[in-house]
T-cell receptor, first 113, second 112 residues
Framework: DGGITQSPKYLFRKEGQNVTLSCEQN?????MYWYRQDPGQGLRLIYY???????QKGDIAEGYSVSREKKESFPLTVTSAQKNPTAFYLC????????????FGPGTRLTVL | AQSVSQHNHHVILSEAASLELGCNYS??????LFWYVQYPGQHLQLLLK??????LVKGIKGFEAEFIKSKFSFNLRKPSVQWSDTAEYFC??????????FGKGTRLHILP
């Protein structure tokens, strides 16, 4: 089955710890994205990458970092600098760029205690 | 700042009622427009999209949307809803600055 996998589904961390969220796709898509979804806020773009070894900041990149060393993988690190990290995180991919239809993963719910 | 507004945050309808969900955006240039849907327990998925051409676009499950450039709107419609349309609906706009903005979503609840 082609698709996007995010793991784990639920993640708990103590305040002050960095945590990395996994996102893998086997759709052979060039572009990948990370969003944050908060109740009543819709989706807000954190980072996106249109090609391997390149990525751009979205609207709320502060306190987050990403890497894109492989086409199929786009991990997101939530650092201790992120002031309000508890949220639902969605990963997506699209065939070639931000104008394309995006395909979303199941999401990871991060709770920082 | 550019924005996307979905005016209805929560809509409750009975089966067979007609549906229209509003979406307005603030960007004045060329845009690509999307409606995504998230059914309970499922991934967010594309409902329909507009890039160019006929401003009335048709999507899956009988949904359609009309792009009205003069009103900066891309409202979603369905003439007769079903219980299975219960979901959260998101409008998204991509502008020529490579910026994507999602609306805050509309929760649609269909009463059987």
């Amino acid at each position: 089955d082609g698709g996007i996998t995010q793991s784990p589904k639920y993640l708990f961390r103590k305040e002050g710890q960095n945590v990395t969220l996994s996102c893998e796709q086997n759709l052979n898509h060039d572009a990948m994205y990370w969003y944050r979804q908060d109740p009543g806020q819709g989706l807000r773009l954190i980072y996106y990458s249109q090609i391997v070894n390149d990525f751009q900041k979205g609207d709320i990149a502060e306190g987050y970092s990403v890497s894109r060393e492989k086409k199929e993988s786009f991990p997101l690190t939530v650092t201790s600098a992120q002031k309000n990290p508890t949220a639902f995180y969605l990963c997506a991919s699209s065939p070639s760029g931000i104008y394309d239809t995006q395909y979303f993963g199941p999401g990871t719910r991060l709770t920082v205690l | 700042a550019q924005s996307v507004s979905q005016h209805n945050h929560h809509v409750i309808l009975s089966e067979a009622a007609s549906l229209e969900l509003g979406c307005n955006y603030s960007y004045g240039g060329t845009v690509n427009l999307f409606w995504y849907v998230q059914y309970p327990g499922q991934h967010l998925q594309l409902l329909l999209k507009y890039f160019s051409g006929d401003p009335l676009v048709k999507g899956i499950k009988g949904f359609e949307a009309e792009f009205i450039k003069s009103k900066f709107s891309f409202n979603l419609r369905k003439p007769s809803v079903q219980w299975s349309d219960t979901a959260e609906y998101f409008c998204a706009v991509v502008n020529r600055d490579d910026k994507i903005i999602f609306g805050k979503g509309t929760r649609l609840h269909i009463l059987p």
